[in-house]
């Protein structure tokens, strides 16, 4: 896939879409996620199925994107999650939507820098140990 020489496959091109798809709707998410992330809202399941629809029905997005690739960031329907106000808790699982995956991987990224923050503040000034945003 690296040698510039070689005549792309279809499947080198697929890839390539898909690859580049992708990085337009993570960036989407995090834009999204942002919003909620520096209201201090916390990750919840039903705000995670909102992200989702906002991402999911973005005009730009659906606009460089054939029906095709969008399709393939689609949630399968027989792959339900709860729509409640708990905390978003995946446990171990690895096997995420992408939406989904974005959007924690988000607010675990915020998290981490907020902590980073709060260690290299003087001692007296720390403020109390928040959890994190999604309830882990």
């Known amino acids: 896939m690296n040698n510039l020489n070689a005549v792309p496959t279809d499947q080198t091109l697929a890839a390539l879409r898909y690859q ?3 990085r337009d709707l993570e960036h989407i998410v995090r834009s999204i996620a942002a919003r909620y992330i520096v209201k201090q809202v ?3 399941w039903r705000l995670l ?8 029905a ?4 659906a606009s460089r994107h054939d029906a095709l ?7 399968p329907s027989d792959l339900p999650y709860p729509e409640t106000d708990d905390s978003v808790d995946f446990g ?4 995420l939507p992408a939406v989904f995956a ?3 991987s988000a607010y675990e990224l915020a998290a981490r820098e907020a902590a980073l923050r709060a260690a290299q503040q003087p ?8 959890t994190r945003a999604w309830g882990g």
């Open 20 to 22: 580049t798809a992708a």
């Open 42 to 44: 916390p990750l919840t």
């Open 49 to 56: 199925h909102a992200i989702e629809a906002e991402a999911l």
């Open 58 to 61: 973005d005009l730009g997005f």
């Open 69 to 75: 690739m969008l399709g393939l960031f689609q949630r």
């Open 92 to 95: 171990s699982s690895n096997a």
């Open 102 to 104: 974005f959007a924690v």
């Open 123 to 130: 001692s007296e000034q720390m403020p109390l140990k928040r």
